[in-house]
């Protein structure tokens, strides 16, 4: 069975500072996707980065980057120079293939992150 | 393109009654999906369906709980006898027939049951 575990059930930091989510997964499937998400207090889904099993660069996007480590099945997010707006709870995901050609996520139970002034 | 399209967003039911919650996936996309997320929680797979059909529904309860996804129409999460403990946010996800196990789901924006 797919897992998700996100340690992390809450994180503080003053703005400005660099702070990293962990996200820790487990499956027997040799395809997977990876995923991040945020969600605001508004309480949508925001999309952040899918990651393919067999692609172990790390991204950078503008403050966020991700580091996929396949050896300690790890996929964790950095958010440089961190600001108030970044404050949502922030969940990591993992893609399972079904029958009849759709996917399932399995998500952590997320991160809340908190920036403060 | 508009996207994937959830009404209502807030739902208030009194114990015993029903919530019929709906989903209208992004232009193109055949498959939809429904999750909750209890609050405190993360977002936890119900079902997967594709248009008149259900395909995995491994995550429904087995009772109370029904889904469809008519030829026409919207997709329809059907709450019968709603308890307390059904109070949380429920996200329907839609993607293109060809998604495969690449995870490209596109999140709505939820429908938020309360059950007094």
């Known amino acids: 069975a797919q897992k998700v575990t996100q340690a992390q059930t809450e994180i503080s930091v003053v703005e400005k500072e660099d702070v990293t989510l962990d996200c820790v997964y487990e499956t027997r499937d040799t395809t997977y996707y990876l995923f991040w998400y945020k969600q605001p207090p508004s309480g949508e889904l925001v999309f952040l980065i899918r990651?393919?099993?067999?692609?172990?660069q790390n991204e950078i996007s503008g403050r966020y980057s991700w580091n996929f480590q396949k050896s300690t099945s790890s996929f964790n997010f950095t958010i440089t120079a961190s600001q108030v707006v970044d404050s949502a709870v922030y969940f990591c995901?993992?893609?399972?293939?079904?029958?009849?050609?759709?996917?399932?996520?399995?998500f952590g139970t997320g991160t809340q992150l908190k920036v403060e002034l | 393109n508009a996207g994937v399209m959830q009404n209502p967003r807030h739902l208030v039911r009194r114990r015993g009654q029903e919530a019929r919650l709906r989903c209208s996936p992004m232009k193109g996309h055949s498959h939809v999906y429904w999750y909750r997320q209890l609050p405190e929680e993360g977002l936890k797979f119900m079902v997967y369906?594709?248009?008149?059909?259900?395909?995995?529904e491994s995550g429904m309860p087995k009772e109370r709980f029904s889904a469809e996804f008519p030829k026409e129409g919207p997709s329809i999460l059907r709450i019968q006898q709603v308890v307390r403990g059904d109070s949380a946010a429920y996200f329907c996800?839609?993607?293109?027939?060809?998604?495969?196990?690449?995870?490209?789901?596109?999140f709505g924006e939820g429908s938020r049951l309360t059950v007094l």
């Open positions: 996800a839609s993607s293109p027939p060809t998604t495969g196990v690449t995870g490209e789901l596109f």
């Open positions: 990651r393919n099993s067999f692609d172990e």
């Open positions: 369906l594709q248009k008149e059909n259900i395909i995995d």
């Open positions: 995901a993992l893609s399972e293939g079904l029958t009849g050609g759709g996917n399932k996520l399995t």
